[in-house]
């Protein structure tokens, strides 16, 4: 199987889905580079755990990066948006707009052999743990040049060290916690971290897990992003205790300003450093906002007023408060940002081009990757008797 | 499940062979008497020994085989399947589970993705209702939905069907369920060699495959083969065995059923009716219709026998086939399938009894079959 996920890394790495690792890790001579930036005091709240510092200490081009991650994802998101209104992307489509610090700021805290699992709003996680935008907008458009082949769409994309984008609420996070399984059956040094909703937060199976992940001691991190709303029930209609971080019980648990990027950053090395030491799992709740509706079918706007959406996006943005930060601290130049917001545009435009250029999967697809290849069943049928496939 | 029927059911155990005895006497009589069924060979295994030793063996030549199930470990096993695996491999390869089907399926399907090889036991496939989503959409699905890059190397196996005496919410076939799942294998054995053979494919395959055992076979001995003690046998997922050569119609059946089928088919060339060829179908998924159509070309008639609810069942899916295949031209009279009864399992030994195919139940069927002739008078 190891060697099997070689493979499956390395052709999907020759079918240039995906941006070489090196590209977004920092080299160690930034070091010297590094600043030290202080988080606000709120920043964490705590539960049978301490805080993490709140002095984040981080190499200026990766903090760079950050932002310049940040403003890909949103633009990618937009495109998405664009494209599905020209009736270009079918079915269910999810877009992050506004809760892209989550996936940033995890990512920076992370190697590529810590693993991160989430459900059907994956666009930012994929691009974070190395699809690059094109395949995930080919994705997005059933293209050959998806990164599932155009096979899963919008829900479903997976790169080596991401396991999708999961299309049934809360099933993925007991598959996160086995993926932590198998991390430490293979004595690994690394991190699952599992993300859901406030809405999938009530499932049973979440609990089932917790609960493993403890007994076990697993490397597992579960991480709740609350984006306030599952779909259009509000987090206090559908959960008894809205503290997310302490319904782990026996877990111990942090709240964390999921708009903030740095203090995800700081949270997620926090828990990485936690759970791999062997203390046993912990959980994250990322206190975040989706500006968007649930899905594109969803306006967003019958279970929450306007007022509430444009005070989140003139208070609280995400990339807008890192700029901030960055500009106050002398770190770039508001003509940086500016060409770092136009290459991102340039970027997706280019990907945009390149997804639709691609054509649709073959048909003879259409039969592929039902089992593994070499080992399928002798024939499977279509839609009449005459119309088969057989392997 | 409450934990007190789990233990009624650990129990039954050592009755098994009295409660076959008993609820039907004429297979058991049969396997008793070791007619030679099935492979010649000096030694005799159980079903529930050969499952043994099929996780013993592939456990021993992979370490990233581990089994994950509730009471598997230091209770070994609630039906003694996993006997003596936690004292050979430890803790860490044989693992106890919360009563969580859910939640432990769905880590064990987690952890096959990032590359180990979990069996995962459901106590019974009726717990794993619980659990069928992860199944089915996490097991059988996330390969093709992720453009092949995801595997998803499992086993998942318990005993299926009915027992004796557990009433409705413990006697259910889940044959048809996993069996229409594209993205699934699903094999079924019935003897020994069956259940060493394919539970061995199954945990060396690279997909999702259920393993649908059966409770009240796990203390029936039959034969071994030579090979079949080998730690090399397998059995291909996919190909049915014919059990029992004959001329004047064909019976396919899976699981327990397969020694009812055998039994009737014995029964009836004793008394000078006919010559049955049987089929044991091993494998639900992928169905080798191919052998039941060479079957049926040379017997002209067919009858199919289960433990599963008529509606929407492996007979009927066999039926189809037949009637969308070359053999349906070869059909002397229709097929007719032998089922467990459209009714929820009832508790009563005598109304139990009438709820699943038996010896007389399917030597009726033959014989009426045989005197049937397609065409309106």
């Known amino acids: 199987m190891l060697s099997s996920q070689k493979i499956s890394l390395a052709k999907v790495a020759a079918r240039a889905f995906i941006t070489p690792l090196t590209v977004r890790t920092f080299a160690s001579s930034a070091v010297a580079r590094t600043v030290s930036l202080d988080l606000h005091k709120n920043s964490f709240e705590t539960y049978n755990c301490d805080a993490p510092s709140l002095e984040v200490k981080l190499p200026k081009e990766e903090l760079v990066r950050m932002y310049q991650s ?16 020209a009736k270009l992307i079918r079915g269910f489509c999810h877009l992050c707009t506004g809760q892209e610090a989550v996936a940033v700021g995890m990512e920076t805290a992370l190697t590529a052999e810590d693993k991160i699992i989430t459900a059907y709003r994956c666009h930012g996680f994929t ?9 995930i907008l080919a994705e997005l458009l059933g293209r050959k040049a998806g990164i599932s082949g155009g096979k899963g769409g919008s829900m479903h994309m997976f790169t080596p060290n991401f396991y999708g984008g999961n299309g049934i609420v809360g099933a993925q996070v007991p598959l996160g916690a086995g993926v932590a399984f198998a991390q430490k059956y293979l004595d690994k040094k690394a991190a699952t971290f599992s993300l859901y909703g406030d809405g999938a937060s009530n499932q049973g199976q979440v609990f089932e897990a917790y609960n493993m992940a403890k007994l076990w001691d697993l490397p597992a991190v579960f991480v709740c992003e609350n984006n306030r709303y599952g779909m259009g029930t509000a987090a206090n209609r559908s959960s008894a205790n809205t503290s997310y971080f302490k319904r782990g019980d026996y877990i111990p648990g942090l709240k964390v300003n999921g708009m903030d990027v740095l203090a995800v950053h700081q949270a997620v090395a926090y828990a990485k450093e936690w759970t791999v030491s062997g203390k046993g799992p912990l959980l994250l709740e990322m206190e975040t906002y989706r500006y968007g509706g649930h899905s594109m079918s969803d306006p967003g706007t019958t279970y929450r007023t306007r007022e509430e959406i444009q005070h989140m996006r003139s208070n609280n943005d995400p990339i807008t408060g890192l700029k901030q930060r960055l500009l106050e601290s002398n770190i770039v130049t508001e003509d940086e940002l500016k060409a770092i917001d136009k290459a991102a545009r340039v970027e997706v435009d280019k990907a945009v081009e390149e997804a639709k250029a691609s054509p649709e999967p073959e048909i003879s697809e259409f039969w592929t990757q039902i089992y593994k290849k070499g080992t399928e069943v002798p024939y499977v049928r279509g839609r009449e008797p005459e119309e088969f496939h057989r392997y | 499940m409450s934990s007190m029927l789990k233990k009624a059911a650990v129990v039954s155990i050592p009755t098994v062979r009295q409660a ?6 004429l297979l058991a009589n049969a396997l008793l008497a070791k007619r030679a069924y099935n492979s010649k060979g000096g030694v005799e295994m159980t079903v529930r020994d050969a499952l043994n030793s099929a996780l013993e063996e592939e456990m021993t030549a992979d370490e990233k085989v581990y089994l994950m199930g509730e009471e598997v470990g230091q209770y070994n096993g609630a039906y003694k399947v996993s006997k003596g695996l936690l004292d050979k491999f430890g803790p860490k390869r044989v693992i106890d589970t919360p009563i969580t089907e859910s939640g432990f399926c769905g880590l064990a399907v987690g952890s096959a993705f990032a590359g ?46 009915a027992a004796a005496g557990v009433a409705a919410q413990h006697s259910q076939c889940f044959a048809a369920w996993y069996g229409s799942v594209p993205g699934l294998k699903v094999v079924s054995p019935w003897n020994s060699e069956d259940a060493k053979g394919l539970l061995k494919a199954a945990i060396r395959d690279p997909n999702p495959v259920v393993v649908l055992e059966n ?37 396919v059946a899976h699981s327990r059923s397969v020694g009812f089928a055998l039994e009737a088919a014995y029964l009836l060339e004793k008394e000078g009716i006919c ?5 044991n179908l091993r494998s639900i998924r992928p169905l080798d219709v191919d052998t039941i159509i060479k079957s049926v070309k040379k017997t002209n008639r067919l009858v199919t026998v289960e433990g599963g609810w008529p509606q929407y069942g492996v007979g009927s899916e066999i039926c189809a086939q037949i009637m969308e295949s070359e053999a349906f031209d070869h059909l002397d009279a229709p097929v007719v ?11 009563a030994n005598n109304l139990e009894a009438y709820a699943f195919p038996d010896t007389e139940v399917i030597a009726r069927v033959v014989k009426r079959t045989l005197h049937k002739q397609i065409g309106a008078k």
């Open chain 2, 20 to 25: 076959l005895l008993r609820s039907n006497p």
């Open chain 2, 215 to 251: 409770e009240l076979m796990y203390g029936v001995s039959f034969p071994m083969s030579e090979a079949a003690l080998s730690k090399d046998f397998v059995i291909e997922i996919g190909k049915a065995k014919i059990e029992k050569e004959g001329t004047d119609v064909t019976i």
């Open chain 1, 70 to 85: 940040m403003v890909v994802m949103r633009r990618m998101e937009m495109a998405s948006d664009g494209l599905y209104k």
């Open chain 2, 116 to 161: 180990l090889k979990p069996v995962c036991e459901f106590m019974t496939w009726n717990f794993a209702m619980q659990a069928i989503d992860q199944i089915v959409n996490s097991a059988a699905k996330t390969h093709y939905m992720s453009g092949g890059n995801v595997d998803c190397p499992i086993t998942f196996r318990g005993p299926n069907g």
């Open chain 2, 275 to 279: 010559k049955a060829e049987v089929i």
């Open chain 1, 127 to 135: 691009y974070m743990r190395g699809g690059s935008i094109t395949s």
């Open chain 2, 337 to 347: 399938r032998v089922t467990g009864a459209d009714v929820p399992t009832p508790y």
